[in-house]
């Protein structure tokens, strides 16, 4: 009979402690909304864009992010934003903001096939930089879940999230 040790509970608990207070790599912050300004950091990218944001996002119900995205646009910048039709009739949604403050040229809808969402939740910034993970741009997000953000500061990875930026941005749409 082949004896397996297993580390106490309190050596895994410190283990899994270090690993998320570790950087992720030199080129990647990850931050978790319980316990990061998530919100700030959004702005932060956004504010430093100078060329383009485009953006696959789930849900949108924050409005300083939305605020910053105006704001985005009135310097230059290339915003374009792709959100799910679902959540665009959602109490709290800015979609229709967004579509007003931006014009429809730079505000798509998109569901997935069937019963499917447009559930990606993606920034690309002046294709250098992206910021990726489950945290949707809403209140609620910021507020009450448990959420995270990757942001990757990698030409050769904001490349590959553009590619797939233009794909959903220009795919057809089947709910018209």
């Not at 319980?34 to 950091?41: G, H, I, L």
């Not at 679902?86 to 931006?102: D, G, M, P, R, Y």
């Not at 990726?132 to 500061?153: K, V, Y």
């Not at 590959?160 to 930026?165: I, P």
Request: hydrophobic share 40%; charged share 30%.
């Amino acid at each position: 009979m082949k004896i397996i040790r297993r580390p106490s509970a309190l050596l895994v608990t410190a283990l899994i402690s270090l690993a998320a207070a570790a950087p992720v790599r030199a080129n990647e912050e990850l931050y978790f909304s319980r316990s990061d300004p998530v919100e700030k950091t959004l702005v932060q990218e956004i504010a430093r864009a100078t060329k383009s944001i485009h953006l696959l996002m789930y849900s949108f119900t924050d409005d300083a992010l939305a605020g910053a995205l105006v704001q985005a646009q009135r310097r230059g910048v290339d915003v374009k934003i792709v959100l799910d039709r679902s959540q665009t009739f959602e109490k709290h949604s800015l979609a229709n903001f967004i579509l007003e403050k931006l014009g429809p040229a730079r505000c798509e809808f998109r569901t997935g096939k069937g019963r499917g969402i447009m559930h990606e939740k993606m920034a690309i910034y002046d294709d250098a930089d992206v910021s990726m993970g489950s945290f949707n741009w809403t209140d609620n997000a910021r507020d009450n879940n448990w959420e995270n953000l990757d942001i990757i500061h990698d030409a050769k990875i904001a490349a590959s999230c553009e590619r797939e930026f233009q794909r959903v941005w220009s795919s057809p749409d089947k709910d018209k």
